[in-house]
């Protein structure tokens, strides 16, 4: 079983190779590669999952050179849970982006480059998930860093390039510190290993572990968007296409969530910083979640929510209890894939409307019921409407800081009912406006082509055509017959409206609703699985013994 351990990241890299060898020429069959390896990295993962679960944690060292000079991979049973549902959640988007048609103007570049980055982006995903040192946790990171980027520009539209411009400048820098940091605990140490370090770090002077881990959980901090390190966030995901704003907020601030945890149970017990920690956590639920409030564009509203519920996951992390981590791990699970979910639904209510701007849209619960409910579901499952998982997982953290008892806790506590009903209210403030109420009288009609003006950079903060949210919305241009193909969702030129939603779009987000009610149906499965597996994390044995051996 512990051969199966790389084959998370080698398939998706050597699938990588073939797509970019087909390139345009068989596109259909780069759809179909691309469809397999993800499902065969879904079936390994819950593989992986179970057999870390009953068994206990597997490595291997690759090229069989031992630590502290090979590479380790390690699955236990807190990667494998973030494996299968990082992998199940990329299988919904990458369906859903075909159904978009976003790789049928791939013929435009020079290389057909969706497949290709989002390939490269599960496999740095996987990776650094698997990691058993800091060295493959950086490559881990520069390898989404890379397949971001392209995701992030695709079409080279104006607003794309400054909000990927934003995005890597703010990623470069955190890489640079992480290098620092894993160059400080080397010199310090004398090794990389996560297993070795959790037996040497210990014996350091107070003062240099208290240095490594700052460092270290400001790396972490960042890639999760914790605030203060928030800032990028809300200008980076919203111009992106659909499907790479979904897998980008649900799934990759979820990846700095996974390092803090890690780094806090394996690296640094004893919770020296939960007291800073659980002060970064109030501040990202209350600063998130009032920004949201402030917000009319549906991306950028969900963009200042994932911000103020990482507050809740790093609650769990700065707690630092058996029941507190595994509430954590209940919400991580969860998040990933409403905030997935919700991103994809606004991407259809953009190709029904034209925009995401909700001064400008309506009607929506009567003219496509189907969207209303594939919208409503996660809405209520975020705001922590029993008995749905993030009800589950928010009163699993609830209990554990009453069971703390501390001040912080209870602060923490008040600050994640507020936070709860604030969201419940910009979900609610949503359905309002885009359901519930009449269409108002600028709503564009179905077949509908919006153009952007993308292109011209002079005009992008003035005139008349300008809407408001992002203000780099769709502009009113022409009318053309509905069923047109649309070309701009991934180029950034226009979408037309049309009445009757892509099958497959409409399936993926479906598929990704049922996902996240699955945690609802199985809730006493999950919560005794991230029991067990916070118990592992916090015991630390099991996972030095996979590794080296004793």
């Not at 990295?41 to 206990?56: E, K, P, Q, R, T």
């Not at 002060?279 to 639920?285: D, H, N, P, Q, V």
């Amino acid at each position: 079983m512990n051969a199966l351990v790389p084959l998370p990241v080698l398939l998706p890299l050597c699938a990588t190779g073939l797509s970019l060898a087909f390139g345009t020429r068989l596109k259909q069959f780069q759809r179909i590669i691309s469809v397999a390896v993800l499902s065969a990295v879904l079936a390994l993962s819950v593989a992986l999952m179970i057999a870390a679960d009953s068994g206990g944690p597997l490595s291997v060292h690759l090229g069989d050179f031992a630590p502290p000079v090979g590479i380790t991979l390690v699955a236990d049973r807190l990667s494998g849970l973030m494996l299968t549902v990082s992998s199940a959640v990329t299988l919904c988007v990458l369906v859903y982006s075909l159904g978009q048609g976003m790789a049928d103007r791939d013929e435009e570049t020079p290389v057909a480059v969706f497949h290709p980055a989002y390939l490269i982006l599960v496999a740095g995903v996987s990776c650094t998930f698997l990691a058993g040192d800091l060295v493959n946790l950086y490559v881990g990171f520069e390898i989404m860093l890379v397949a971001s980027f392209v995701l992030l520009t695709l079409g080279g539209t104006g607003p794309r390039v400054r909000a990927g411009s934003t995005y890597v400048i703010i990623s470069l820098f955190s890489s640079m510190l992480f290098l620092t940091a894993i160059a400080m605990t080397y010199a310090a140490t004398g090794t990389a290993n996560l297993a070795q370090l959790a037996q040497r770090l210990g014996e350091l002077p107070l003062g240099v572990q208290t240095l490594i881990q700052a460092m270290l959980l400001t790396v972490f901090a960042i890639k999760a968007a914790v605030f203060p390190l928030a800032a990028w966030l809300p200008d980076s995901y919203p111009t992106a296409p659909a499907p790479v704003t979904a897998v980008f907020a649900g799934l990759l601030t979820k990846v700095g969530v996974y390092c803090m945890l890690r780094t806090e149970t394996l690296l640094f017990p004893g919770n020296r910083l939960g007291d800073l920690l659980m002060a970064a956590a109030l501040a990202s639920m209350v600063i998130g979640i009032l920004g949201a409030v402030a917000q009319t564009d549906l991306k950028r509203l969900l963009s200042f929510i994932l911000i103020s519920h990482i507050g809740y996951m790093v609650f769990g992390i700065g707690l630092a209890s058996r029941e507190a981590y595994g509430g954590a791990i209940v919400y991580v699970a969860h998040h990933i894939t409403v905030q997935t979910t919700l991103f994809l639904v606004a991407g259809l209510i953009e190709r029904r409307t034209g925009t995401t701007e909700l001064t400008r849209i309506g009607g929506l619960a009567r003219a496509a019921p189907v969207l209303a409910a594939l919208f409503f579901v996660p809405a209520m499952n975020l705001a922590g409407i029993p008995p749905l998982s993030g009800f589950i997982g928010k009163l699993g953290l609830m209990r554990a800081g009453v069971a703390d008892g501390g001040v912080w806790a209870w602060i923490l506590v008040v600050g994640s009912v507020a936070t709860s009903l604030l969201t419940l209210y910009v979900m609610a403030k949503v359905w309002n406006l885009a359901f519930w109420r009449a269409a108002p009288p600028g709503q564009a009609a179905d077949g509908t082509v919006l153009e952007s003006d993308d292109e011209s950079d002079e005009d992008a903060d003035e005139g008349p055509d300008r809407m408001p949210g992002t203000g780099d919305e769709p502009v009113l241009h022409r009318h053309q017959p509905a069923g047109l193909a649309v070309a701009a969702t991934l180029h950034g030129h226009a979408v037309t409206t049309t009445t009757k939603l892509p099958t497959l779009m409409t399936v993926a987000t479906a598929a990704a609703v049922a996902l996240g009610l699955s945690f609802t149906v199985l809730a006493g499965p999950l919560t005794s699985y991230t029991d067990r597996t916070a118990a592992e994390l916090l015991a630390r044995h099991p996972y030095i013994e996979a590794v080296l051996g004793r």
